[in-house]
Every structure is written in C-alpha cells, then in structure tokens.
C-alpha cells in the first residue's frame, strides 16, 4: 500500500529541532533553488537533509551504539517514509544491517505516531513484556507521541537540550547516544 507522504521543510526543520533556515541552508548546498518553509520535499531532498543533519548529530555514535548492543537486545527500526528513500538512508548510514527488523510506514500501512503503525509492529516482533521495550527517537510528534499511545516506554534523544515538555509521556531523556547504554543495562 503507498501513503502519499508529503513533508514540507518546516514539519522536517520542528522533527529534528532545527530552524527552517538551518533546513533551507543545508537545502541550498545542494539544490539551486531555494525552498521556502512551506513547499513539499523530495524524497531526495529528504535523503540530503538527513544525511546532514544525522553527520552533525553523532550518526558514527548511534552506529557504535546498535554495533555494541547488536546480540544482547533486539533492535528495530521504526521509520516513517516510503520505502525507497528509508531503505537508501539506513544503507548510507551504515544501520541497515544491523538491526534485526526494520518497519517503514509505506510498507505498514499508516505512519507514526498512529497506533495502525504500531500494531503490526509489535504483533511482527512477537512475545514481549511492553516494560522490556523501550522505543528511542527524536522526534516529539511522531516517536514519542506514538510510542506513549503504544504504551512503550520513550527515550528522547535531545542533543540540544530542548525544553521536555508534559505531553507526550517520556521516561527517559538522553543528550548523548552513549547514556542509551546505561538504561538498555538497567532493563536487561
């Protein structure tokens, strides 16, 4: 089933905690028309902006991070997007062999933070106790928002330190990558 996915460069500048201006630079570098805050992005454009943006935010740390845990706990990606340009990002990134599943809205049916996209999601990994997960992510709107509507403990991941706010439920906020290792051992 295809979702006609539409993000426009202020919904991708509020998901990663950037301004609109930082996302119309890192556009303009590589694209000779500028885009204003309100115009749908390409998938490929999406790809540049991720790519940026992770490179700037400890993208070799987050590879450490699932290499090391890689064999003591499972791991998922849970992404929204279609399918191509998900798939492209986690090659590049060098995650997309690491994990043990990998869920992309397009292929699922429904996009977070719905729960349409969460429950096959947990049906798919199987027998599990929810206190035992823990769904790690850094966009408000879409991974804790339907991490907290599945009941699965958050970690926000805040490099910026941006203010947490009351809703939605978060019970962990991370700055850096590297603390994730000291909760995944306090629930293993």
Request: glycine letters at 8%; aromatic letters at 6%; charged letters at 30%.
């Amino acid at each position: 089933m295809a979702l006609d996915n539409k993000y426009r460069v202020h919904e991708v500048a509020k998901d990663f905690g950037v301004s609109t201006r930082e996302i119309t630079e890192i556009l303009t570098k590589y694209r000779t028309e500028p885009k204003n805050h309100m115009q749908v992005l390409s998938d490929e454009e999406l790809s540049v902006i991720f790519e940026s943006l992770t490179q700037q935010h400890q993208c070799a740390t987050m590879e450490d991070l699932v290499r090391d845990l890689r064999g003591r706990v499972k791991q998922y990606a849970v992404t929204n997007g279609t399918r191509t340009a998900q798939e492209r990002k986690l090659a590049r990134s060098g995650l997309g062999d690491l994990f043990d599943g990998v869920f992309i809205s397009e292929v699922v049916g429904a996009e977070k933070p719905s729960l349409d996209f969460f429950r096959p999601v947990l049906e798919a990994i199987g027998p599990y106790d929810r206190e035992e997960l823990l769904l790690i992510g850094d966009s408000l709107t879409s991974d804790m928002e339907g991490g907290s509507r599945a009941g699965i403990p958050c970690c926000w991941y805040n490099p910026k330190g941006l203010p947490r706010p009351d809703r939605p439920v978060i019970r962990y906020e991370v700055r850096n990558l590297n603390q994730v290792r000291e909760i995944v051992a306090g629930k293993c």
